[in-house]
């Protein structure tokens, strides 16, 4: 399991969900598609739509719970299916 560490201290975090982390932080600044994380944390298996949003959703909720900032949670923007 890996650790997200801040301010106001350090969140346990599952390993599925440092996994969509981990590809989000290795293509920092960039447009991540569904499909790319999906592929990339879930590779030959059939996963839906929901387990990624529930990951994004955690890590949003780890952000803000380490930082102690509720604003920490815009770390990572989700963009609408038409915008990309």
């Given at each position: ?12 975090v599952d390993p ?24 990339s944390v879930w ?17 949003r909720r780890h ?22």
């Amino acid at each position: 399991n890996g650790q997200i560490g801040g301010r106001s201290g350090v969140e346990p975090v599952d390993p599925k969900v440092m996994d969509v982390l981990l590809v989000l932080v290795s293509r920092s600044g960039e447009l991540v598609s569904r499909e790319l994380l999906l592929d990339s944390v879930w590779p030959d298996r059939v996963v839906t739509d929901d387990v990624l949003s529930r990951c994004i959703y955690q890590l949003r909720r780890h952000f803000v719970a380490a930082s102690g900032d509720p604003d920490a949670r815009r770390l990572i923007e989700t963009l609408p299916r038409d915008a990309a």
